[in-house]
């Protein structure tokens, strides 16, 4: 019933409106429902998972559910007191940056339908880390809900060059530890939509952020959200640099700067204003999670991110390797019953195998 409601009812009207308009009612609405137990309990009521256990210690974090809410979608942790009643175990709240970030030009959100996808132009729009510091100490922390922190360089003129970028990166980690607000850390070098490119996708320009990094004092995991768009040799270079640092794991990944790989490019605007997700991430992330997973084993935790629509892509990724997984678009365009469908689905997997 959900299920139908959704697909056959809400999502065409829904997709009729602007997408960044929708994405910030959704936010208000489910931002003021979570504050009142009978908002929390319907919602829970509709989307909460109910069936075998599906708990996973990872880095020792405990996940009710190895569903995450991937960057991006909760930039300002305003959901961080309400997503565990849709049946998320987690989310990477932010991307935050150490000052406030306008965004770029609108329009930075639009569907791609036939092609399942969204072209993804915010800019790492949100209130600084300071305000969403104060936001997450002021919010009650749901019991068993595990809040990442996605961290990235302001998108402005100010952090474009390569010292201020780090020092940026820099602030916000320092202060979100000295604050011990969050229960990891995602640091996100590859948004393609920044002032100055994606910078710090290079080992050269990784590595001198890594090592300002490692002199801020941590007791989380930290985990690098890797770019998709570069070819294995170049990814495992950037693999074989961050192995001699204290990473814990990667988030396997971005977003696809490359409209020509969409079902339907012809959706795509004419010149680059953004990158994609969706479909068009599906097999470039299961690939290189497969991939990471068979040269380096068990040195790095994955968190499989990128064109999870259904059941089966989210266990193609479980498969490729993937300790735990985000996702955004598939909530989107398949409802968020996706959510519990995953969950029954690993369960039922789990239990089988018992
Ligand atoms: C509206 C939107 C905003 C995003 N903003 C961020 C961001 O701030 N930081 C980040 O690391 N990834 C960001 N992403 C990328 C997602 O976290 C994710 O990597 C990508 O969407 C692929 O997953 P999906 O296909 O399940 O959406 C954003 C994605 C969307 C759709």
């Not at 072209?119 to 510091?133: F, P, T």
Request: proline share 5%; glycine share 10%.
């Amino acid at each position: 019933m959900i299920r139908w409601l959704y697909k056959r009812v809400l999502k065409p009207i829904l997709f009729k409106m602007d997408a960044e308009f929708v994405h910030d009612v959704f936010i208000q609405l489910g931002h003021r429902a979570g504050k009142w137990k009978l908002g929390r309990w319907l919602i829970a009521m509709a989307y909460g998972y109910r069936g075998p256990s599906v708990e996973k210690t990872v880095d020792g974090i405990r996940y009710s559910t190895p569903i995450q809410l991937a960057a991006g979608f909760d930039y300002n942790g305003k959901l961080a007191h309400v997503l565990d009643c849709v049946g998320f175990g987690g989310e990477e709240i932010g991307s935050v940056t150490a000052r406030v970030c306008k965004g770029n030009e609108k329009p930075r959100l639009k569907r791609m339908i036939q092609s399942q996808s969204l072209v993804v132009y915010k800019g790492l729009k949100n209130d600084g880390v300071e305000a969403i510091i104060q936001r997450l100490k002021a919010t009650v922390k749901p019991e068993g809900f595990v809040w990442g922190i996605s961290i990235a360089k302001t998108n402005d003129a100010q952090s474009a060059d390569k010292q201020a970028g780090i020092e940026d990166y820099c602030y916000s980690f320092r202060r979100l530890n000295e604050e011990q607000i969050g229960d990891f850390y995602t640091i996100n070098i590859s948004c393609p939509n920044v002032h100055g490119g994606e910078a710090f996708t290079t080992p050269e320009m990784l590595e001198p952020l890594l090592d300002a990094l490692k002199e801020i004092p941590t007791t989380k995991p930290v985990y690098i959200k890797m770019p998709i768009n570069l070819p294995w040799a170049t990814f495992n270079q950037l693999l074989e640099l961050i192995d001699s640092y204290p990473i814990q794991g990667l988030v396997i990944g971005n977003l696809n700067k490359e409209y020509a790989h969409a079902d339907y490019p012809e959706e795509a605007p004419a010149t680059y204003r953004g990158g994609l997700s969706g479909k068009v991430c599906r097999k470039l992330s299961t690939d290189l999670i497969r991939k990471t997973r068979e040269t380096w084993k068990d040195r790095f935790t994955i968190i499989g991110c990128g064109g999870i629509l259904s059941v089966s892509d989210a266990m193609e990724k479980i498969e490729a390797g993937a300790d735990l997984l985000q996702l955004i678009t598939g909530m989107i365009f398949e409802g968020p019953h996706l959510l519990k469908d995953i969950s029954r689905a690993i369960g039922e997997r789990e239990d089988g195998g018992n």
